[in-house]
């Protein structure tokens, strides 16, 4: 009688037998396939959180002083003052309107706010104060509005009484006025070259110069103030 031998391969299997389901890797669960993005997830949440939470967001500058009550003449030969602008966040200038250098490239700055905020409207007001009462009448200011495109909803020019105008502008807004005589005996006007911001209140919220970073500054600012 033959004896049968047979083949066995490796592990004591037959050979061209399929190994059996022990000898198979263990597939990895689902869980943990979706263990790595869920760690992920919670980190970026993490840090999205601590992004948020230490961020400062923007806010309006603090008060840096607060105006006295004042009443002067508008362009349109009207009383116009603190009261009128109560609730109103404004831009304040100051020039005169025969100057023949600084004052026209400080109008035309205020001519950039007010396009740069058309879109808040009349909750946004600018006001410009001569340093010239003496010859600014509210007609040669209207006039001076109109040249460079004021909107007279927005924007509202001041004159009144030397005395009364000398005590907004120095006391009030610490804004330099006044007159000098030159070497030829010519008496000359000089003023501050800065805008102002004013918040609803008649509290001054900042004093900005009239260039670039000037401007983009102050207009940052009204809009935060207006939030």
Known sequence: MTSRVEDRGEGGTEAGAAPSQETRPAAPPA??????WLVFGIVFV???ITRIVITPRPSAPKPVLELPAYTLTDHHGKPFGAADLRGKPYIADFVF???PSVCPRLTKRMVEVQKRTEDLGEKLHLVTFTVDPENDTPEVLAAYGRKYGADD???TFLTGPLGEV????LRGFKIAMGKKETSEGILE??????LVLVDGEGKIRGFYDA??????GIVRD???LLK
Not at 31 to 36: G, L, T
Not at 189 to 194: A, L, S
């Open 222 to 224: 009204a809009r935060l």
């Open 97 to 99: 309107t025969s100057c």
């Open 31 to 36: 869980r943990a396939k979706r263990f790595p």
């Open 189 to 194: 006007i000089f003023h501050g070259e800065r």
């Open 46 to 48: 993490l840090l999205l």
């Open 153 to 155: 909803a927005r924007w």
């Open 166 to 169: 000398e005590t907004v502008v």
């Open 211 to 216: 260039d670039d970073a000037g401007i983009a």
